[in-house]
């Protein structure tokens, strides 16, 4: 499956982005979609899950702050993000794992920054 993300931008601290990861199948919305991140020389890192009933869970760095929901309609997954921080600046992915096709997209880049 293919996924697109959306919404990455330069924002102040404090301030909110929403971010979009769109799926071209509908086996989308069967299996657990994830959001990493990635800053520069810096591990990947996992940030968000959401498994296929909704159930979310979040990494300790963010919580209380993103929010991750999904549409199955759409295909689609939303991380919503308050209070940003500018240790949130990072490349996000959205990832998608269907047996043993392991599936990425190309990334979206948020930048916290006064």
């Known amino acids: 499956v293919q996924l697109v993300e959306s919404g990455g931008g330069l924002v102040q601290p404090g301030g909110s982005l929403r971010l979009s990861c769109t799926g071209s199948?509908?086996?989308?919305?069967?299996?657990?979609v994830k959001w990493y991140r990635q800053a520069p020389e810096q591990e990947r890192e996992l940030v968000a899950s959401i498994a296929w009933n909704g159930a979310a869970d979040y990494a300790d760095s963010v919580k209380g702050r993103f929010t991750l929901s999904r549409d199955n309609n759409k295909n689609a997954a939303y991380l919503q993000m308050n209070n940003l921080k500018p240790e949130d600046t990072a490349l996000y992915y959205c990832n998608l794992r269907a047996g043993t096709s392991d599936s990425w997209g190309q990334g979206t880049q948020v930048i916290v920054s006064s």
């Open positions: 199948e509908s086996i989308f919305k069967l299996y657990a």
